[in-house]
């Protein structure tokens, strides 16, 4: 693995450099950044992928959908359609994208799209909702052509930003340096038990800037829902074997979470790529590694995400016979972060509505 970090570093150092300057293009204004009369909340990380985005979004919604109008915007990683894409009951994974595919689900009372260019799905989102009053945009770190007036940084305790490097040496998509846009850093997915002295030495390795926010986030995982709402296979307190099927960039943290619940006695896992779209083979796959299990007291326990591409009529019907479970996941922060940063969104959303 070193002989192919060093091969690869050459590599590494072009990338780098080439996100150096464009940012330099952004700061110096030879590349346009636009800006916009309403709050726009951005995302992000340095990291490819795995950093808690999808349960901070959907922190931020349930912070605000209920006192503005509020709107989703992504890339819709993966979807198989190009432009911008209102949800609307119509949609799927493969339209829109799992990840806000699960907020359209989750969130009915907000407007989800998805679009490559944020500029023009902005402008499509105020023309067609002129009373909008937040946009979220999801995974937007890198993209500066929109001027977010908040910018959110994810950082995994596990894999800091500090303690990576450049692609495709390691997975950061720009320098180290590019933390300094951020407004807000937040480390995600820290042990439930925190440690001031672990607190004090994540502080003084990633150096804050004077007006940044560094704060520290953990998963919450909720009660096993059901793939299907009238399963008639009932959520029991223990099984003797799990078999966890996930198509997610870390499924880690499931897995710890997983075994230190006492919720079984072995554990199986099949694990697929990133936002992986399940096929009929893949399904026909899981049933039988599921169905090989010895044990008769089992059960099939994925995410919240991998649901958003399993829950296809034609998929579903070869797990019909399968109790199926998803845990969805949510995210809190540790002691007085969590008023530090409920304070610092709404603070800037107050004052930043149009008049």
Known sequence: MLILRLLLFPFGILYGCAAWLRNKCFDRALLPSEAYPLPVISVGNL?????????????LIRLLSDKYRLATLSRGYRRKTRGFVLAGPEASAESIGDEPMQYWRKFPNITVAVCENRREGIRQLLEMQPDLQVILLDDAFQHRFVRAGLSILLTDYHKPFNKDHIFPTGKLREFRAGYKRADIIVVTKTPKIFSPITRRAMTEEIKPLQHQKLLFSYLKYNTPRPLDPFNMF????SYGTVLMVTGIANPDPLEIHLKESGFFNELETMIFPDHHYYTLKDVQRISQTFHNIVTRNKVLITTE???MRLNDPELAALLEDIPVYYL????????????VFDQVVNDYVRKNQRK
Do not use: S
């Open 47 to 59: 990291n490819m992928g795995g950093t808690g985005k999808t349960p901070h979004v959907e922190y």
């Open 234 to 237: 009932p959520c029991k307190e």
């Open 328 to 339: 969805p996941v949510e995210v809190d922060f540790h002691k007085t972060d969590k008023t």
């Open 305 to 307: 995400k991998d649901v």
